[in-house]
């Protein structure tokens, strides 16, 4: 329950807001489709797919998203330069949402789905997922080529529990996006497991106070990444239950965006981030924020 002393950065994608002081804008909730083993998908190399059930997953989350007020966006995967076009065309068609492309660090997916994007116009409601601090020069000219101006910047680090090695890593990602012209840079703090949540949470407080972007995570991935133990251990229930609470963490500590996995989890995430917005908002407006300081 923060307020920072540093200015907030806020960057609006078709009419979509993100970032802020905490309970200023609420935290965009951004969920994954055409995933890996996603049960909607027939063949994931050539983009085939149930059309009506991937429209009745993106009508759902328009009409949580109706009854929340909450903001959404669409992460968009693909694994093939044919698939990833298929994939964005569809979404585009039935949603006005903007999106995540997210070609898996795959340099011809991201080419194909970045000139595909230009060419129908659709820069302005698409952020590419993502670059990292290893990513090559390559994957950079291609953002500039195509005139993508927004990327999320993926914290990803060897030392899963060390917030300065994210510090390190964002710094390195900076430099690099202000020389090929990305201007919009949403920080992914970087989730692989249940230890590096806490790190990344601890670091998502940290860049607010010294950068004031916009940061959220994929902290599904705390469990996600072990699901078989998960489910073992816990259940079927249990595991959810899991990846549910990891999803709650960073959106208590004033997220402002969550990418919470697979679409079909959206209604557990848009209702309880409903309760805690909103909680949170209240608060806001009393001026009884913890304050944090450069």
Do not use: W
């Not at 133990?229 to 609470?245: D, S």
């Amino acid at each position: 329950m923060f307020k920072f002393s540093t200015s907030q950065i806020t960057y609006e994608f078709n009419g979509i807001k993100v970032g802020g002081q905490p309970g200023v804008n609420p935290p965009v909730l951004v969920g994954s489709i055409f995933y890996h083993k996603h049960k909607i998908v027939e063949d994931e190399h050539k983009g085939v797919f149930n059309k009506a059930e991937a429209e009745a997953l993106i009508k759902n989350v328009e009409e949580l998203s109706d009854k929340t007020r909450l903001p959404f966006m669409f992460d968009v995967v693909g694994s093939t330069p044919e698939a990833i076009v298929k994939y964005i065309e569809f979404v585009t068609s039935v949603t006005k949402a903007p999106i995540l492309v997210d070609t898996l660090g795959a340099i011809e997916v991201s080419k194909a789905a970045l000139k595909y994007v230009k060419e129908t116009g659709l820069i302005n409601k698409v952020i590419y997922n993502s670059v990292t601090a290893k990513s090559k020069d390559e994957e950079y000219k291609l953002l500039q080529e195509y005139g993508v101006k927004a990327t999320i910047a993926l914290l990803y680090t060897d030392k899963i529990i060390d917030v300065k090695s994210r510090l390190e890593a964002l710094e390195v990602i900076l430099q690099k996006a202000k020389i090929y012209n990305v201007e919009k840079i949403l920080v992914d703090s970087f989730v692989i497991d249940v230890p590096s949540l806490s790190a990344a949470c601890r670091a998502m407080i940290e860049i607010k106070t010294r950068y004031g972007l916009p940061v959220g995570m994929g902290a599904h991935n705390a469990v996600s990444a072990q699901k078989k133990v998960f489910k073992e251990r816990f259940g079927a229930e249990g595991y959810k239950a899991c990846e549910f609470a990891s999803n709650l963490m960073p959106i208590i500590l004033g997220a402002d965006f969550l990418l919470y996995g697979p679409i079909e989890s959206s209604k557990e995430v848009f209702s309880a981030t409903y309760i805690i917005y909103n909680s949170y908002r209240y608060l806001s407006k009393t001026g009884t924020l913890i304050q944090l300081q450069k």
